[in-house]
């Protein structure tokens, strides 16, 4: 089939020009065209319809399932009884001396069942620690190591001394936990890796910080990059939205106001998060000592193509430019008006 010269076009079959042949197998089948024609619409017809009638609802999504992760069983409760560490103990009747080895070797198996228990308080509080959205990773206050009480474990109180208050603020878990929490450190290093799945990275920023502050900035990054993946949904979808001109009433009619608002660019928004601009408002910067930007879209520093047609220098790159210098100094100082600079 010759289908050069058909520009814009796809062929399709014709099935009324078409010679169609039937075969069982490689047993030729005569059968009538318009009828096979005719079941084969159908058939096509079906599935379309079938696909289109899919919906969201058709689906079976299976629920989730509940883990108790907090729970943790001793592994004292796992020997034979005769050691007498579990919950039956040793009887009464044995030597005083044996049931001084059995509170020994409980003691000696109580360091490992604490290491398994705060394990399982780690992994319980994953899911605290990669989420963005309600965070509390910016508080410095919050470790990044999780531990929990042994329960359950008979006679412990007379093998730990304030058991207790051993799992409270200040209790004997959180000091010897905190040992090991460098708590800027990892959480630095676990906003890279959550700021790494959306490729971004605040390299410069941390460096010039660093360079400003020292060790003191660490704080200021935290923060900084906790910001901006609490509001990457918006920054990402709004990356290439620009200031909405149009944003001069709400849905009541009622005037709504440019200056002091978000209504910004959304590479502004981005950029002021990646830069540590806590506030990127379209604001005055003259008021107070806080970090702020001007964003001039390149757009509106286009020439008026009508005014330059009536004066016959469209195609005059010397008026050209000096209109669209003129028109860049312009904005320039309308901008510096209003936000109060000299």
Request: proline residues 4%; charged residues 20%; hydrophobic residues 40%.
């Amino acid at each position: 089939m010759d289908i050069t010269g058909i520009a814009g076009k796809k062929p399709v079959l014709c099935y009324c020009k078409s010679a169609i042949n039937f075969y069982k197998d490689v047993i030729p089948v005569k059968a009538p065209l318009q009828q096979a024609i005719v079941k084969w619409i159908g058939i096509l017809q079906a599935e379309r319809a079938a696909a289109l009638a899919v919906t969201y609802d058709d689906y079976h999504y299976p629920g989730g399932s509940w883990r108790n992760l907090n729970a943790y069983t001793s592994i004292t409760r796992n020997l034979p009884q005769c050691y007498g560490v579990g919950d039956d103990g040793l009887s009464p009747s044995v030597p005083f001396s044996q049931t001084i080895k059995a509170l020994q070797l409980k003691g000696f198996l109580l360091f490992f069942d604490q290491v398994l228990g705060n394990y399982i308080a780690q992994l319980n509080q994953l899911k605290n620690l990669f989420q963005i959205k309600d965070s509390g990773i910016a508080d410095m206050e919050t470790g990044t190591y999780f531990f929990q009480k042994l329960e359950g474990v008979k006679e412990i109180e007379w093998l730990i001394d304030d058991y207790p208050a051993m799992d409270r603020e200040g209790g004997l878990l959180a000091e010897l936990v905190g040992q090991y929490d460098n708590v800027t450190d990892r959480k630095n290093r676990l906003l890279d890796h959550l700021l790494s799945r959306f490729a971004e990275n605040f390299t410069e920023y941390v460096l010039q910080m660093y360079s400003l502050e020292g060790q003191q900035s660490a704080q200021k990054v935290i923060t900084s990059k906790s910001f901006l993946l609490k509001e990457y949904p918006e920054i990402s979808a709004r990356r290439a939205t620009a200031y909405d001109y149009f944003n001069r009433a709400d849905k009541n009619g009622n005037a709504v106001t440019v200056w002091d608002s978000k209504n910004v660019a959304g590479m502004e928004h981005r950029l002021s998060r990646l830069l540590g601009i806590e506030n990127y408002n379209r604001r005055s910067l003259s008021e107070n000592s806080e970090e702020g930007m001007f964003l001039i879209e390149h757009i509106l520093l286009r020439p008026d193509i009508h005014l330059l047609q009536e004066q016959g220098s469209l195609l005059n790159p010397k008026i050209l430019f000096r209109f669209a210098t003129e028109l860049i100094v312009t904005i320039a100082k309308q901008m510096l008006t209003l936000s109060g600079l000299p």
